[in-house]
Nanobody, 123 residues
């Protein structure tokens, strides 16, 4: 599976941004998908994950209620809708794929990674 994330961007605090991630391959629906982020000088952290069917979702406490993850298996896409953005959301965001039906918060459980896209939230 190859993953290609959309461009991020610069947004003001309180604003919204939607990231998308396009996956290649015919078995996209076999993969659980995750979003992670890494701020400068910090470790990569879990943002959210969605099961292969979209029936199960998990979010980091820091984004719960503000971010929404979704997927479109027919078009091999996964999305991260980010609302009420805060300066502390500034980071490089990565989409990742994990073979299997269960979701995980551990980045080591994901096999395939997109290239990362920078999201900057100004105060």
């Amino acid at each position: 599976v190859q993953l290609q994330a959309s461009r991020g961007g610069l947004v003001q605090a309180g604003g919204s941004l939607r990231l998308s991630c396009a996956a290649s391959g015919r078995t996209f629906s076999s993969y659980a998908m995750g979003w992670f982020r890494q701020a400068p000088g910090k470790e990569r952290e879990f943002v959210g994950a969605i099961s292969w069917s979209g029936g199960s979702k998990d979010y980091a406490d820091s984004v719960k209620g503000r971010f929404t993850i979704s997927r479109d298996n027919a078009n091999n896409m996964v999305y991260l809708q980010m609302n009420s953005l805060k300066p502390e959301d500034t980071a490089v965001y990565y989409c990742a794929a994990r073979l299997g039906t269960s979701i995980s918060r551990a980045h080591t459980n994901y096999t395939y990674w997109g290239q990362g896209t920078l999201v900057t939230v100004s105060s």
